[in-house]
């Protein structure tokens, strides 16, 4: 019992990866350029929902959306301001970008908000389910379930939409899309704000039951990264199944070896998984 | 290299800066920007030289501080002595993750760097022996000579300018051999280094050896000069960005880069320490994190590049 | 044989874009792969180099059976290559471009900076020796791509289009210098989209169509098999043949 507890945790917990990865991923797929603020991006779409409940009284109905709105415009200032430019330049150029990025992103926020960790109240979304003797706070079912519906949505708005095909045809092929009237720099900006868009809401929905502090992006970055390499870079439902996966082994190693180790545990599997299949677990070469 | 006369100028100059200025907090700096260079060129040989860009050199910067400090508080060694002890444990650690990691294309490459070096974070951050989250204290007073402890920084400064001259010798020789044009191939392009028949995997495997054990003799220097290491100060992701930082603002591939971007950077990093105190290490991070945005921004390839066009002519476009 | 590939398959998934190949080319001469777009011409060309591993059949070179070689090995035993796209190293002067393939026959600094001049002399390009390589264009790029194959002292030269992108007036400088390295005696191996290189270059020509072998022999009788005209889907040949 104790087990289906700590795994359905872990499976709400890893929708809400899945549903943030999604975002890293588009990106990564469309550019092939990785955002180390990722996970930084999340952690500012925390600290928006905490700061619209504590300061303007607004509840989640109000902060998710307003989170995401955010945070997309975020994304496509990045994009025109930084990723633009530097997707031109030679690697090192990339991974400084987003890096200065991050860092600039991460010590703001500790300098503005100090080290300080602060959280919403717990009951914000309503209490603790009991369902048969699994007990599941309705935070965590909020956001799980919701990240599970966004992210799936966004797969939709990929596969059957005519943004989305002239999203894919841009990642396809830039030169190609450009001929059929496609302008590629519009279509990697608008990617740009999905992606940081879907930080935003998936930061919001982790504020109802987790901490925030400045430095919790960090390790979501990394656990980003994870999730795309598992998944297969550009690939939403690899994301998906990765995000549900990673989130399962951590809460299931929380409990087994320790809450310290959990993430030893994940880089280890990745770095494992990376060594056997280059190319990640889902992807194709 | 039509620049020496500039370069004895400018090592003249670092050789007297202890003797210029009379204040024990600029001697200091001039100290630490010496370590931040041997640091950042170690570094240098791999990201720079090879264009390997590793997030993940904290591993061996951190192996270095705490073999050092581990033979002192096991053994009663001196901690200079953990240096060797250092360096064999990250060219250990470099083979065993970059024989599989080479393998891997850009970005993966990266990640698969910063996740090891967390990986190794974590653990030392758990083990007793290493301190766990505590960390690792030197001798508190200085027993014989050998345990390098001095309260005055001019001792370390020329200890770390002989270490540096060492390594850039070292590369500037490696440069202009064999391995100096395989390297920059490999930094080309894979593909077309193989064909050509450049062992593409073995000569990776060298620059990070090469690279992995003067990270370690930095890590041990550190850690000799400060006395006091923990999971962060010695293995943190910040280690790791850090060398990448200062390498790619002077310019990574290049021999001095690296050491021109440790005297921008350390000065910067130690002044806004000191006016703000504790809680510096925020604004000298917001000021890195813009410094680097920026440089990725406007000039890519860091200050040497600026430099060759100011004192190469533009060669113009040829057929 | 000097060089002998025998059943080459190479399948991606389900497709095969090489069914079965076969290839023979003896010392000296200058052997043509032609064929429409997508026919697997590059792919073999890409198993013969080393760089790509073929799912089934051997590739011998020099009586060695180099089919799962790498493409280190290839280089070693004398077989160079240049690539469709010039992948030139773009941080390097145009002669420390060629300098590293003579690395792989002359280890110090100076023999191999001899050689590297030797060969841009060769190739006409030693008033570019110290241009940074980044300035060059495509004709450039392609000649000290070829500049840099030769460096390696190779007995065999796999030039993948060596020709494509290049101006009427810089194809014809293009063959004379294809003509002249084949006067140093090596073997030479082209594949290419212009007919009129082929015609006017190789002794042979063996087309590739779906993957196989269609036709092979003088090429201006290859130009007249109806079997590869068919392959052509006509049009492209007819106009060339005018």
């Given at each position: ?14 929708s809400v990866?899945?549903l ?13 350029v990785?955002?180390f603020?990722h996970?930084?991006f999340?952690m500012?779409?925390?600290y ?9 009284k607004?509840?989640p ?9 955010i ?6 200032v ?6 633009r ?7 090192l ?6 890096f ?6 991460r ?11 602060v959280s ?5 979304a309503g209490?603790?389910?009991d369902?048969y ?11 799980g379930v919701?990240?599970l519906v966004?992210?799936?949505?966004m ?6 939409t ?5 999203l894919l045809a ?7 899309a450009?001929l059929?009237g ?14 940081a868009?879907?930080?935003?809401v998936?930061g919001?929905?982790i504020a109802?039951?987790f901490?925030?502090?400045p ?9 980003a ?5 598992l ?8 994301a ?6 990673i989130g ?6 929380a409990y ?6 959990q993430?030893?545990i ?6 494992l ?9 889902m992807?194709?070469? | 290299?039509k620049q020496?006369?500039?370069v004895?100028i400018g090592?003249?100059f ?5 003797l ?9 700096v001039g ?6 260079a041997?640091s950042?060129?170690?570094w ?5 030289y ?10 061996y910067?951190?192996a270095g501080?705490y073999a ?10 001196p ?17 065993l993750?970059?024989?599989p990691?080479?393998r891997l ?11 090891a ?10 083990w ?6 505590v960390?690792l ?5 200085p027993?014989t ?6 309260l ?6 020329y ?5 540096l001259?060492?390594l850039l010798?070292?590369t ?5 051999s064999?391995m100096g044009y395989y390297l920059?191939?490999i ?10 028949g450049v062992?593409v995997l ?7 050896l090469l690279?992995a ?6 890590g041990s220097l550190?850690a000799v000069?400060?006395?006091f290491?923990d ?5 943190g992701?910040l280690i790791s960005?850090?060398l990448?930082i200062?390498a790619?603002?002077g ?11 440790a ?11 000191a ?7 925020g ?12 440089v990725?921004?406007?000039?890519p390839r ?7 066009a100011?004192t190469t002519r ?6 | 044989?000097?060089?002998e590939?025998?059943g080459?398959?190479?399948?991606f998934?389900a497709?095969r874009a090489v069914d079965?190949?076969d290839l023979?080319v003896t010392q000296?001469?200058?052997?043509g792969?032609i064929?429409?777009?997508g ?10 180099a080393?760089?790509?591993?073929p799912?089934?059949g051997?590739i011998?070179?020099l009586?060695?059976?180099v089919?799962?070689?790498?493409p ?6 004398g077989?160079a ?17 060629v ?8 280890h110090?600094?100076?023999?191999a900076?001899?050689?590297?001049e030797?060969?841009?002399e060769f190739t ?13 264009g495509?004709?450039?790029r392609k000649r ?18 060596a020709?494509?992108?290049?101006t009427?007036?810089?194809?014809r ?5 294809v ?6 005696g090596?073997?030479i191996?082209?594949v ?12 042979r020509?063996?087309?590739f169509?779906?993957g196989?072998v269609?036709?092979q022999g ?5 130009v007249d098999?109806?079997a ?5 889907l006509?049009?492209h ?6």
């Amino acid at each position: 019992m104790i087990l289906l507890q700590v795994t359905v945790s872990g499976l709400l917990m890893g929708s809400v990866y899945a549903l943030f990865s999604s975002g890293l991923t588009l990106i990564w797929g469309m550019m092939n350029v990785v955002n180390f603020a990722h996970g930084d991006f999340v952690m500012l779409a925390m600290y928006a929902a905490f700061f619209a409940f504590t300061l303007l009284k607004l509840g989640p109905i109000f902060f998710i959306p307003g989170a995401a709105a955010i945070l997309f415009v975020l994304g496509v200032v990045v994009y025109l301001g930084l990723v633009r430019h530097v997707a031109k330049g030679p690697m090192l150029a990339q991974i400084l970008g987003t890096f200065g990025l991050a860092l600039v992103l991460r010590y703001a926020a500790f300098w503005a908000f100090t080290a300080n960790f602060v959280s919403l109240p717990s009951n914000l979304a309503g209490g603790t389910f009991d369902f048969y003797g699994l007990r599941i706070e309705a935070s965590r079912l909020l956001a799980g379930v919701l990240a599970l519906v966004i992210t799936t949505g966004m797969h939709l708005v990929l596969t059957r939409t005519a943004l989305g095909s002239r999203l894919l045809a841009v990642a396809e092929d830039r030169n190609a899309a450009m001929l059929m009237g496609i302008r590629p720099d519009r279509m990697q900006a608008v990617a740009w704000g999905i992606g940081a868009a879907s930080t935003g809401v998936a930061g919001a929905l982790i504020a109802l039951f987790f901490y925030v502090s400045p430095t919790v992006g960090e390790s979501l970055s990394l656990i980003a990264f994870v999730v795309v390499c598992l998944g297969g870079f550009g690939s939403v439902p690899g994301a998906l199944i990765a995000g549900l996966g990673i989130g399962v082994i951590q809460a299931l190693s929380a409990y087994l070896i320790g809450a310290v180790y959990q993430d030893v545990i994940v880089y280890s599997l990745f770095l494992l998984v990376l060594w056997v299949r280059p190319q990640g677990l889902m992807g194709t070469n | 290299m039509k620049q020496w006369p500039l370069v004895l100028i400018g090592f003249l100059f670092i050789a007297a800066w202890p003797l210029l200025v009379d204040d024990v907090f600029l001697q200091r700096v001039g100290a630490l920007v010496l370590l931040a260079a041997i640091s950042a060129s170690a570094w240098n040989l791999l990201g720079g030289y090879a264009g390997q860009v590793s997030v993940g050199h904290a591993v061996y910067f951190g192996a270095g501080a705490y073999a050092s400090l581990v033979v002192y508080t096991e053994l009663g060694w001196p901690p200079i002595a953990g240096a060797p002890v250092g360096v064999a444990v990250s060219l250990a650690i470099a083979a065993l993750i970059g024989t599989p990691t080479f393998r891997l294309r850009g970005h993966y490459f990266s990640m698969a760097t910063i996740a090891a070096a967390e990986l190794f974070r974590i653990l030392a951050a758990n083990w007793p022996l290493l301190g766990a989250a505590v960390g690792l204290m030197g001798p508190p007073v200085p027993r014989t000579v050998a345990d390098l402890s001095f309260l005055s920084p001019i001792p370390y400064h020329y200890l770390f300018l002989a270490v540096l001259v060492v390594l850039l010798t070292l590369t500037w020789k490696m440069q202009r051999s064999r391995m100096g044009y395989y390297l920059a191939a490999i930094r080309g392009g894979d593909r077309a280094a193989r064909s050509l028949g450049v062992p593409v995997l073995r000569y990776k495997l060298y620059a990070l050896l090469l690279s992995a054990g003067f990270t370690s003799i930095a890590g041990s220097l550190y850690a000799v000069m400060v006395g006091f290491i923990d999971p962060d100060s010695a293995l943190g992701i910040l280690i790791s960005v850090k060398l990448l930082i200062i390498a790619a603002l002077g310019g990574a591939g290049t021999l001095f880069g690296p050491l021109v971007g440790a005297m921008i950077l350390i000065p910067l990093e130690e002044t806004t320490n000191a006016m703000f105190g504790g809680g510096g290490t925020g604004i000298t991070f917001i000021v890195y994190g813009a410094i680097i945005l920026l440089v990725a921004r406007f000039q890519p390839r860091g200050i040497a590049a600026l430099w060759e066009a100011i004192t190469t002519r533009r060669a113009s476009r040829v057929p | 044989m000097f060089l002998e590939a025998r059943g080459i398959i190479k399948a991606f998934g389900a497709f095969r874009a090489v069914d079965g190949a076969d290839l023979d080319v003896t010392q000296g001469e200058i052997v043509g792969l032609i064929g429409p777009n997508g026919a697997g011409k590059s792919t073999f060309f890409n198993c013969l180099a080393g760089d790509a591993e073929p799912t089934a059949g051997t590739i011998r070179f020099l009586d060695r059976d180099v089919t799962n070689a790498t493409p280190e090995v290839h280089a070693r035993l004398g077989m160079a290559r240049t690539f469709q796209v010039p992948v030139t190293f773009e941080d390097m002067t145009v002669v420390e471009n060629v300098m590293v393939g003579a690395f792989l026959r002359h280890h110090h600094r100076a023999g191999a900076m001899r050689k590297a001049e030797e060969v841009l002399e060769f190739t006409g390009l030693s008033h570019l020796a110290g241009s940074p390589a980044r300035s060059l264009g495509t004709p450039g790029r392609k000649r000290l791509e070829i500049a840099r194959a030769l460096a390696t002292e190779p007995r065999l030269l796999l030039l993948d289009e060596a020709l494509a992108g290049l101006t009427p007036a810089e194809v014809r400088l293009a063959i004379e210098l294809v003509r002249r390295i084949k006067g140093l005696g090596i073997t030479i191996v082209i594949v290419e989209h212009i007919m009129e290189v082929i015609l006017s270059l190789a002794e042979r020509a063996v087309v590739f169509h779906q993957g196989k072998v269609i036709a092979q022999g003088a090429p201006r009788a290859v130009v007249d098999d109806p079997a590869v005209i068919a392959a052509y889907l006509g049009h492209h040949m007819k106009r060339v043949r005018m």
